[in-house]
């Protein structure tokens, strides 16, 4: 019997990079309004849930784009940041704004398809207007704490 060749098969790092950014663009999504809940400071309590809106967009292309090259998104999710003060809470969404970029790029460099690949390479543009936007809530947060 002749085997049928998935792109699975045949692009299995993609799919791979695919997931881990599902499963990472899912935690900024369920994390960022959380995060948001526990600021008093309007502005950046703002900033954070537009943080995780625009991730809601990024997880449903790249879920799509698992399906449109054979594979199976992976639904799974990263613990909660666990921490009393909002500073290192940041820090580690901003690990994981620079994570996502790191990975749209790798994604836009495997992915085959030149229109599915443009949408990667924007993401990872837009990652890096998130990665600005957490280090400006950072940077507030700092002022605020007199750092
Ligand atoms: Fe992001």
């Known amino acids: 019997m002749k085997s049928v060749k998935t792109t699975k098969d045949v692009y299995p790092r993609i799919i791979e990079v695919l997931n881990q950014s599902l499963k990472l663009e899912y935690s900024l999504i369920t994390h960022y309004p959380r995060i948001a809940s526990s600021i008093d400071d309007e502005e950046i309590k703002k900033m954070a849930i537009r943080l995780g809106e625009y991730s ?9 784009a698992i399906q449109e090259l054979g594979g199976e998104p992976i639904w799974n999710l990263d613990p909660f940041p666990e921490s009393a003060s909002l500073i290192p809470i940041f820090r580690i969404q901003l690990d994981k704004e620079k994570l996502a970029l790191s990975l749209h790029t790798e994604e836009a460099n495997l992915i085959p398809n030149p229109m599915l690949r443009g949408k990667f390479t924007r993401m990872a543009e837009e990652e890096k207007e998130h990665i600005k936007l957490v280090e400006a809530i950072l940077s507030k947060l700092g002022e605020k704490e007199g750092l």
Do not use: E, K, L
């Not at 809601?56 to 799509?64: F, G, L, Y």
């Open 56 to 64: 809601t967009r990024h997880a449903d292309i790249v879920a799509r």
